[in-house]
């Protein structure tokens, strides 16, 4: 959902830890978001691209085009009424409260979305890098329910297991992948603990509430809206004294190099011209 025109080309992590405020991004009186780039973390945000979080109630953006990515929303559970979407793999569906829609865009495809009538959409839209072997792939969709998402239960916690493994329960799969997405509720003094695996990244984004994190290699208190990537992602532990609400992906970085500009990421700038002139040609579907 991110706008901007930006080329930037990926590197190899060097530190341990980075954390970051985002951007704040306003369109309108009806679109309110904080974004979150991989620049901003070092190379640790890999192999996430692009994090918005954002508050949304009237129609924003009109239909678009990704490409070399997938772009993922993730639908909060206090989220009132439903959020339309429309692409050009054929779905046409309205998103629930606590729901994720997966949008693999590879080669290109066509996007809309948009609040249905009277409803705060509340939800994180997420560019997920593809590996270069798949950036070319056939365009592909998955809707995830609220209702059939895993719940886990920690020490005055719960989380909901959106995506991939967490303490042996097994969630939705991701293509091409391995990621795991964690939505996290920490009631006052409760903990909830997460364990991957050393060669793993770590990224943490706290919707609400101050609390704490501790990983293998050290710890921090958490503020709302500053997130966290860090590498090593063994033993993460999350406490909060009053409550928080806190999202946290895992997965393995794909450490290649991407240029991102807008909705779009591929491996150069000639590869980024080839899927616009694309778009404008008409050659990536059409949702009309």
Not at 146 to 166: C, F, M, V, W
Request: charged fraction near 20%; hydrophobic fraction near 40%; proline fraction near 5%.
């Amino acid at each position: 959902m991110t706008t901007q025109l930006i080329d930037k080309l990926a590197g190899v992590p060097c530190e341990n830890h980075a954390q970051s405020d985002g951007r704040k991004i306003t369109i309108g009186d009806g679109f309110a978001a904080q974004s979150y780039q991989y620049a901003d973390f070092d190379g640790l945000m890999d192999p996430l691209i692009m994090v918005d979080h954002f508050v949304v109630t009237k129609p924003t953006f009109g239909t678009h085009a990704h490409a070399g990515m997938s772009a993922v929303t993730v639908m909060f559970e206090d989220s009132e009424g439903a959020f339309h979407n429309r692409d050009s793999v054929g779905n046409d569906l309205d998103l629930a409260p606590g729901d994720l829609y997966w949008f693999k865009a590879a080669r290109g495809a066509i996007h809309k979305e948009a609040p249905c009538p009277g409803a705060r959409t509340h939800a994180l839209q997420v560019f997920v890098n593809l590996p270069a072997d798949h950036r070319h792939d056939a365009p592909s969709a998955f809707h995830l329910k609220a209702q059939d998402i895993p719940k886990l239960a920690g020490d005055r916690s719960t989380a909901r297991l959106i995506l991939g493994q967490s303490q042996g329960i097994t969630g939705q799969a991701t293509p091409d992948l391995s990621l795991t997405l964690l939505d996290i509720s920490l009631q006052s003094g409760g903990t909830f603990t997460d364990h991957g695996t050393p060669d793993e990244h770590a990224w943490i984004l706290p919707i609400k509430g101050t609390s704490n994190v501790a990983w293998n290699a050290g710890a921090t208190e958490l503020q709302p809206g500053k997130a966290i990537a860090f590498a090593g992602a063994t033993d993460i532990s999350l406490s909060s004294e009053r409550g928080a609400h806190v999202v946290l992906f895992r997965g393995h970085p794909l450490r290649q190099a991407f240029v991102q500009r807008g909705p779009y990421a591929m491996g150069n700038a000639a590869e980024l011209d080839a899927v616009e002139a694309a778009y404008r040609d008409g050659r990536l579907g059409s949702i009309d």
